[in-house]
């Protein structure tokens, strides 16, 4: 990868839904586009089997995350490219920032599987549009659901993003 290896650890034996040269592809890629945050050294990715739940989850002070293997990559919410993206996001947030972390994660992860061609336009435009919710991101006390940061939030950084690529 860029500046960088990004290391799949895995038990003997287990099966990468994706596919391994697929999810090594997508990964790649990932990298070269996410030009964010923490860039270089080496990401460490647990591919973990069943028993382990479905999903994810990182810990990007050491720039490693736990994926299930049969996490899929023609997903809109591709675990395994929102987990990637958690790796870069080395910063810090005030406590009313703190939407923007599962937020950026989400809609980097949807619009990294659209411009990888693994789902359409339409998949990650229904995936970040979502119900009208009153929730103030800043304010999670106003959250009637806990995933207001990765409906609202990703919808409010698709705005963002749309703004900026359309000016610049």
Same mark, same amino acid.
């Given at each position: 990868?860029?500046?960088?290896?990004?290391?799949?650890?895995?038990?003997?034996g287990t099966e990468f839904g994706p596919g391994e040269d697929a999810l090594a592809s997508a990964l790649g890629d990932a990298?070269?586009?996410?030009?964010?945050?923490?860039?270089g050294d080496e990401v460490v990715l647990f591919a973990l089997?069943?028993?382990a739940r479905r999903g994810g989850e990182s810990f990007p002070v050491y720039d490693e995350a736990w994926v299930n293997a049969d996490a899929p990559l023609e997903d809109p919410n591709s675990v395994w490219l929102h987990e990637y993206v958690h790796t870069r996001q080395d910063f810090r947030l005030a406590p009313e920032m703190? /939407?923007?972390?599962e937020a950026s994660a989400?809609?980097?992860?949807?619009?990294?599987?659209y411009e990888q061609d693994r789902i359409s336009r339409a998949a990650m435009e229904e995936h970040i549009g979502g119900s009208p919710?009153?929730?103030a991101?800043?304010?999670?006390?106003? /959250?009637e659901d806990p995933h207001a940061p990765y409906t609202k939030g990703a919808r409010v950084l698709a705005l963002v993003d749309r703004k900026i690529r359309l000016s610049t």
């Open positions: 990868a860029v500046d960088g290896t990004i290391r799949i650890v895995s038990p003997a990298a070269d586009r996410l030009d964010v945050g923490d860039r089997g069943s028993p703190r /939407w923007f972390r989400e809609y980097y992860a949807a619009r990294l599987a919710t009153t929730a991101l800043t304010a999670p006390e106003s /959250w």
